[in-house]
């Protein structure tokens, strides 16, 4: 109502700062309303959406500044989605480079690839299943590289930033004119978050890049009047097996969809001591060593350097063909933080 909320109980009404600022079913003389405030939490909007922050006010910062909430609207796709698991299973995921190959591949990408033409169609993704990964700590939290070797001189990379405290960029191809996409995992409660995805172009609208621009998570299909995708546990993320004899990896249509079904059936939180970390898994135990140092700091009173400075997520991904040898943080330094 107006410049608050009201109750519908006894007319209660709340502005948005949290101050009573009516309260009709007291006597007029009262000041009652004086002593009453409801929580509020101060927020801003940008990139089409609504941002809170929940800290204390006095340390309030300023406004995160990922590149896709600085563009013009019709320049970005941003959308949202519920799914059943604790945020960390979903950073995990988007960190992980090495299940491309595997959960959102092709049966195809999978058969011999001895054929030159075979391995064109199938993409650098299908030569070097067993990426190497290199992490470096950044000042907006890691730059993790995965590194595939293409032939004795040369290296595919694909470069993901991963920015404090949930953020990714997704990495593309090489020399590719494309978008940008990425996921932000916002978490509702322990074992529950919203996916938040973007996917933005830099100089171009996105109805350029095709009717359904951007990352398959922004046309997953929802149950009605839910922001829950159709595909779920109930169903079985309605997988088929066939396609998945014939055509794709999974059966399940939509890679988003093929995410939530890997780390919706995980459980809600998964039991951490029965599982077995390899060397693929260098972005993960980096990712989990930071936010713990970080929590750390925290209960000692010092605050994380990243959340005071927004600035710090306006970077990119990147994905690239080098000489073998190369450091991959000084080739990607220039696409990463290009958008600066």
Same mark, same amino acid.
């Given at each position: 109502?107006?410049?608050?909320?009201?109750?519908?109980?006894?007319g209660?009404?709340?502005?948005?700062?949290?101050?009573?600022?009516d309260?009709p079913?007291?006597?007029?003389?009262?000041?009652?309303?004086?002593?009453i405030?409801?929580?509020?939490?101060?927020?801003?909007?940008?990139?089409?959406?609504?941002?809170?922050?929940?800290?204390?006010?006095?340390?309030?910062?300023?406004? *995160?500044?990922?590149?896709?909430?600085?563009? *013009?609207?019709? @320049?970005?796709?941003?959308?949202?989605?519920?799914?059943?698991?604790?945020?960390?299973?979903?950073?995990?995921g988007?960190?992980?480079s090495?299940?491309?190959?595997?959960?959102?591949?092709?049966?195809?990408?999978?058969?011999?690839?001895?054929?030159?033409?075979?391995?064109e169609?199938?993409?650098?993704?299908?030569?070097?299943?067993?990426?190497?990964?290199?992490?470096?700590?950044?000042?907006?939290?890691?730059?993790?590289?995965?590194r595939?070797?293409?032939?004795?001189?040369?290296?595919?990379?694909?470069?993901?930033?991963?920015?404090?405290?949930?953020?990714?960029?997704?990495?593309?191809?090489?020399n590719?004119?494309?978008?940008?996409?990425?996921?932000?995992?916002? *978490?509702?409660d322990?074992?529950?978050?919203?996916?938040?995805?973007?996917?933005?172009?830099?100089?171009?609208?996105?109805?350029?890049?095709?009717?359904?621009?951007?990352?398959?998570?922004?046309?997953?299909?929802?149950?009605?009047?839910?922001?829950?995708?159709?595909?779920?546990?109930?169903n079985?993320?309605?997988?088929?097996?066939?396609?998945?004899?014939?055509?794709?990896y999974?059966?399940?249509?939509?890679?988003?969809?093929?995410?939530?079904?890997? @780390?919706?059936?995980?459980?809600?939180?998964?039991?951490?001591?029965?599982?077995?970390?390899?060397?693929?898994?260098?972005?993960?135990?980096?990712?989990?060593?930071?936010?713990?140092?970080?929590?750390?700091?925290?209960?000692n009173?010092?605050? *994380?350097?990243?959340?005071?400075?927004?600035?710090?997520?306006?970077?990119?991904?990147?994905?690239?063909?080098?000489?073998?040898?190369?450091?991959?943080?000084?080739?990607?330094?220039?696409?990463?933080? @290009?958008?600066?």
């Amino acid at each position: 109502e107006e410049n608050g909320l009201r109750c519908v109980y006894h007319g209660w009404k709340f502005d948005t700062e949290g101050a009573c600022v009516d309260m009709p079913n007291e006597p007029a003389e009262s000041n009652f309303k004086h002593k009453i405030r409801a929580t509020a939490y101060p927020t801003e909007e940008a990139g089409g959406v609504v941002w809170a922050y929940m800290g204390p006010v006095a340390t309030k910062p300023v406004l *995160p500044r990922p590149e896709w909430t600085l563009v *013009p609207a019709e @320049q970005r796709v941003v959308s949202r989605y519920h799914q059943e698991n604790n945020w960390v299973q979903g950073v995990e995921g988007g960190i992980d480079s090495s299940h491309v190959s595997f959960l959102h591949s092709s049966v195809e990408s999978h058969r011999a690839v001895a054929d030159k033409t075979q391995l064109e169609r199938s993409g650098l993704m299908a030569i070097d299943k067993a990426p190497e990964f290199r992490v470096a700590t950044t000042d907006f939290g890691l730059l993790i590289g995965a590194r595939r070797k293409v032939d004795d001189a040369s290296d595919y990379w694909r470069v993901t930033p991963y920015t404090l405290p949930f953020y990714t960029v997704i990495p593309n191809g090489p020399n590719q004119d494309t978008h940008f996409s990425g996921h932000g995992w916002v *978490p509702m409660d322990d074992e529950n978050v919203w996916l938040l995805s973007y996917s933005w172009s830099p100089t171009r609208p996105m109805s350029d890049f095709g009717e359904k621009p951007g990352h398959p998570a922004h046309y997953a299909p929802m149950q009605p009047g839910t922001r829950k995708p159709r595909q779920s546990r109930d169903n079985d993320y309605e997988i088929d097996r066939e396609d998945q004899r014939t055509k794709s990896y999974t059966g399940i249509e939509n890679g988003s969809i093929q995410d939530r079904a890997i @780390q919706e059936t995980m459980g809600a939180i998964y039991d951490r001591t029965k599982e077995h970390l390899g060397s693929a898994d260098t972005a993960i135990i980096m990712m989990r060593r930071t936010l713990m140092k970080l929590a750390r700091d925290l209960e000692n009173g010092i605050e *994380p350097y990243a959340a005071a400075h927004g600035e710090l997520l306006t970077v990119r991904s990147a994905g690239f063909v080098a000489p073998a040898g190369i450091s991959f943080v000084e080739a990607s330094e220039p696409l990463v933080r @290009q958008s600066r």
